[in-house]
């Protein structure tokens, strides 16, 4: 799915990659069915399905923020294997009700790179012209 304004675009793609996400060394997320999507200016994100995450170890939170061209997010802080925060708050986000810009990636989760290690095996699919 692809949509511009003239100067900034979004573009998703369906890819076969597989996508491990660790915070503090533990797997908490692995899929083989993300959606990557392609923002100008900005890198890459993968969307995992909610199924290929380890859901227990987050917890929702009361951050949202609105995109003209995804729509509004939704975040979830790590709370780590035994339920209490582990300082990784607003780590992953989701767009339950996406524009229809960014359809492929509703109710799929993204992490920031800053605070989760984000690996990406396979061959990335082609990028799009933004």
Do not use: N
């Not at 597989?18 to 692995?30: L, W």
């Amino acid at each position: 799915m692809t949509t511009s304004d003239q100067r900034h675009r979004v573009v998703t793609v369906q890819s076969t990659q597989t996508v491990t996400v660790q915070i503090d060394g533990r797997v908490v997320a692995r899929s083989s069915r993300p959606v990557a999507l392609f923002e100008t200016g900005l890198p890459v994100r993968y969307y995992l399905p909610p199924s290929d995450v380890e859901l227990t170890l987050f917890q929702p939170t009361g951050t949202h923020t609105s995109c003209p061209l995804k729509g509004e997010a939704s975040y979830w802080s790590y709370r780590g294997p035994d339920g209490t925060a582990e300082g990784w708050p607003d780590v992953v986000w989701a767009y339950p009700r996406p524009l229809d810009s960014a359809a492929d990636i509703a109710g799929y989760l993204s992490f920031y790179d800053d605070a989760a290690q984000v690996f990406v095996e396979g061959e990335a699919p082609e990028p799009p012209v933004l």
